[in-house]
Antibody
Framework: EVQLVESGGGLVQPGGSLRLSCAAS????????MTWVRQAPGRGLEWVANITPDGSGKYYLDSVKGRFTISRDNAENSLFLQMNSLRDEDTALYYCVRHPPWRFDPWGQGTQVTVSA | QSALTQPPSASGSPGQSVTISCTGTNSDVGGYNYVSWYQQHPGKAPKLIIYEVTKRPSGVPDRFSGSKSGNTASLTVSGLQAEDEADYYCSSYAGTPYVFGTGTKVTVL
């Protein structure tokens, strides 16, 4: 069974940093792109970033470029999102998602990030 | 990277059909056959129900179907059931990024 388990969320002040992690199991991690998608409270889904299977290609939402960094450790079947210079508008549930060609499947249960003074 | 436009809500009685639209531009929906749809129940993670406009993952009932015309994609749920009450989101490849729709809440009356 494919499993994606996120961790690392929490409460942080504006301007602060957090590092999200996602532990993947049940599939060959190195065969897949991986993605982070977020959902602000009561709002819709927003694609944040994705990464190629070997980690050489990384793509970002314009509003997080220069502040967020996606990475992966293929030896540990893990995906990461380093988030710096956090803003109020980054408050959301962050999902780790496997990214077969042209779709997102499956999704983890998410980790909550709250940016507030 | 503007969100795709979906109606905020849709509804139907059990057994009826409901169709949700997803409108984008030539740079996303209209430019690629890479539209996918996700179902999200309250407090749960989204679940893929349609990909590449019309394809259904294994395990998804054939009551769910997708189509596309120009810059607008559509999801049809036929034979509505109580468990179909959920939020539905479309998504499209848009070059380097992906873009999601604004979401539609489907109510089964």
């Amino acid at each position: 069974e494919v499993q994606l388990v996120e961790s690392g969320g929490g409460l942080v002040q504006p301007g602060g940093s957090l590092r999200l992690s996602c532990a993947a199991s049940g599939f060959t991690f190195t065969d897949y792109w991986m993605t982070w998608v977020r959902q602000a409270p009561g709002r819709g889904l927003e694609w944040v970033a994705n990464i190629t299977p070997d980690g050489s290609g990384k793509y970002y939402l314009d509003s997080v470029k220069g502040r967020f960094t996606i990475s992966r450790d293929n030896a540990e079947n893990s995906l990461f999102l380093q988030m710096n210079s956090l803003r109020d508008e980054d408050t959301a549930l962050y999902y780790c998602v496997r990214h077969p060609p042209w779709r997102f499947d499956p999704w983890g249960q998410g980790t909550q990030v709250t940016v507030s003074a | 990277q503007s969100a795709l436009t979906q109606p905020p809500s849709a509804s139907g009685s059990p057994g009826q059909s409901v169709t949700i639209s997803c409108t984008g531009t030539n740079s996303d929906v209209g430019g690629y056959n890479y539209v996918s749809w996700y179902q999200q129940h309250p407090g749960k993670a989204p679940k893929l129900i349609i990909y590449e406009v019309t394809k259904r993952p294994s395990g998804v009932p054939d009551r769910f179907s997708g189509s596309k015309s120009g810059n607008t994609a559509s999801l049809t749920v036929s034979g509505l059931q109580a468990e179909d009450e959920a939020d539905y989101y479309c998504s499209s490849y848009a070059g380097t990024p992906y873009v999601f729709g604004t979401g539609t809440k489907v109510t089964v009356l």
